[in-house]
């Protein structure tokens, strides 16, 4: 599947940004889809995801703040973003694996096949 990540930019702490993830090739309903995000010189990070049945997972950091939703009829998952801080700048992707695949395989960058070209995000202080 071909992924297509969009709506990052710069914002200033505190603010919201709403991140997208359009698919095309195929239906969202059938793949687990993962938000990770990456700064300069650290290792990609896993933020959460949406599983093809339409649940979400993710980790603790980012609950509270962040959250993931999806749209069938636009084949596309969001990440929302609120309460931004600078330490939220980085390149976000977005990434699709297979229904099939367990969640412990799902919080690991190495879970997932196809993968979009990431949108950068920049929160001023």
């Known amino acids: 599947v071909q992924l297509q990540a969009s709506g990052g930019g710069l914002v200033q702490a505190g603010g919201s940004l709403r991140l997208a993830c359009a698919a095309s090739?195929?239906?969202?309903?059938?793949?687990?889809i993962g938000w990770f995000r990456q700064a300069p010189g650290k290792e990609r990070e896993f933020l959460g995801g949406?599983?093809?049945?339409?649940?979400?997972y993710g980790v603790d950091s980012v609950k509270g703040r962040f959250t993931i939703s999806r749209d069938n009829a636009k084949n596309t998952v969001f990440l929302q973003m609120n309460s931004l801080r600078p330490e939220d700048t980085a390149v976000y992707y977005c990434?699709?694996?297979?229904?099939?695949?367990?969640?412990?395989?799902?919080?690991?960058?190495?879970?997932?096949?196809?993968w979009g070209q990431g949108t950068q995000v920049t929160v001023s202080s």
């Open positions: 990434a699709a694996a297979s229904k099939t695949r367990i969640l412990s395989v799902l919080l690991s960058p190495r879970g997932y096949d196809d």
């Open positions: 090739g195929r239906t969202f309903s059938n793949y687990n």
């Open positions: 949406m599983r093809w049945t339409g649940g979400t």
